[in-house]
């Protein structure tokens, strides 16, 4: 494996972070806070506890999956998206790299600024609630995983995207409902059992599940089929972007 081209596309990708700095980190980080600060303060004050953590606590595990999922797709899909739209794909193409050190070096990227962006989110969130992590290395686990497998669907829609509105369609209209109906701001032990069944089949719920349960101790689903959901995802997406790079399809749209 050519480590250089990796790391070349890697450090290229970091560095256009490090120029738009308000917009990469600043920005999520106070959208975030603003969430604590009307469902923690505003709401908690009226919720006890939720399974026995206190509300403004126990939302801050669907917090940073939200802030995750969404910036490891959005750095994912405009860092491949935006070589298609100015035509340098093709020297990209080119270059002496295969698709794994092509993807690597864009999914590694993308999900070292979704890890950052967590921990900095994390770290934010000690200073609005009192908060114990049960299970650190769990905690870790599942945010690398998490970093990685929405980076590498973020690579996906990247490639899939013909224009910049198509990048921002699955975001917004799949993603961002999804995390919000999945547990990130309550438990599904608390909907009726009819629409429990139903959350069952959204797939966030696992993600959410186990991220809250490395936390907390607590869980609407087993662990181990967090951790199934997780790698089922990763490897999905991996086998889905190997046959992109193999047909070719819409690579050079």
């Not at 969130?125 to 995983?145: E, G, N, S, Y």
Request: with cysteine.
């Amino acid at each position: 494996m050519n480590l250089q081209a990796i790391r070349s596309i890697y450090v290229f990708e970091m560095a256009r972070t490090f120029r738009t700095l308000a917009q990469s980190i600043v920005s999520p980080v106070l959208s975030t806070s603003l969430y604590f600060i009307v469902f923690g303060t505003a709401i908690g004050s009226r919720i006890d506890q939720v399974e026995g953590v206190s509300y403004g606590a126990f939302i801050v595990p669907g917090l940073i999956m939200l802030t995750v999922l969404t910036q490891s797709i959005s750095n994912a899909s405009f860092g491949i998206y935006f070589p298609k739209f100015i035509g340098t794909i093709y020297e990209l193409l080119s270059a002496p790299a295969s698709f794994l050190e092509i993807t690597a070096g864009y999914v590694l990227a993308a999900a070292t600024k979704s890890f950052t962006i967590g921990l900095i989110i994390l770290g934010t969130a000690f200073f609005f609630v009192d908060l114990q992590i049960m299970h650190p290395l769990w905690m870790l686990t599942f945010l690398v995983l998490t970093c990685l497998s929405f980076s590498l669907f973020g690579f996906i829609i990247g490639i899939w995207a013909q224009n910049f509105e198509q990048l921002q369609l699955i975001p917004l209209l799949a993603v961002t409902p999804l995390v919000f109906l999945g547990g990130a701001f309550y438990s599904i032990s608390m909907l009726p059992e009819s629409w429990q069944t139903v959350t069952l089949f959204n797939p966030v719920v696992y993600l959410i599940s186990g991220f809250r349960w490395s936390f907390f101790g607590v869980a609407d689903v087993a662990l181990g089929w967090s951790i199934v959901a997780i790698l089922g995802f990763t490897g999905t997406c991996i086998l889905v972007i190997g046959w992109i790079f193999k047909t070719g399809w819409r690579i050079r749209a």
